[in-house]
């Protein structure tokens, strides 16, 4: 397997990682309630999608949610707990994103210097990347899961029977995008054995030459 394709493949899926993550983190569909109109008899429109930002109740413009604004001391245990778990989200993911950008300037240099060393960090760092990417979304998985319980303390089961709870295809982008930085890391650290091999394959023929 030749060094540029896999340096060339590594360098477009960590590209395409960042973008996806991006419109994650930008879009709001991660969480989507769906409200069958047929069995629900008011007069409002209670679907909703929500992002890490705000949430969209029915045809009405988004709230803000209010994750570093709330008065914390209004709120019950069980609030504090679910901000508390938003706030972890919204800080990881932003930050996963950052250093994705940093992870793809570093594995564009090692790449051009074709060092097995800097290609190894690049990996490296490009899966720690995806570990930071992985825990922001188990920790809304978490999150949406407790929230969605605190939900189901308060309302009927009459009334949960016409409600139907899914993640959005934002979320789906995240997961996406966190299988690329595996990827990305991965075809970094093959890059790096076959330089490694390329390196040892010159040094032999060098020596042969002398």
Known sequence: MRHGVV????????????????????TDYWYIIDVDKHN???PDDLSSHSGLWRIVEGSNSGSVIPTFTAN????????RNLLGLHKVVVIMLPLSLVLLVLGWI???VSSLTSSPRLLTGSATYFLLCS?????????????????????QRMVSPESL?????SFGWSFVL????????????LQLLLAARIAQMKGKYESGVAIAML
Request: hydrophobic share 50%; with cysteine; net charge negative.
């Open 174 to 185: 995240a997961w996406l995008s966190y299988c690329l930085e595996v990827a990305t890391g």
């Open 131 to 151: 570990l930071i990417t992985l825990t922001g979304i188990s920790i809304y998985i978490k999150y949406s899961n407790q929230a969605m319980e605190d939900f």
């Open 106 to 108: 570093c594995g564009l």
């Open 72 to 79: 914390m001391s209004s709120l019950s245990e069980a609030e």
């Open 7 to 26: 340096v060339l493949g590594a360098g477009f899926t960590g590209l395409l990682s960042f973008t996806l993550l991006a419109l994650a983190i930008g």
């Open 40 to 42: 629900h008899t008011g």
């Open 161 to 165: 029977a016409c409600v139907d709870v």
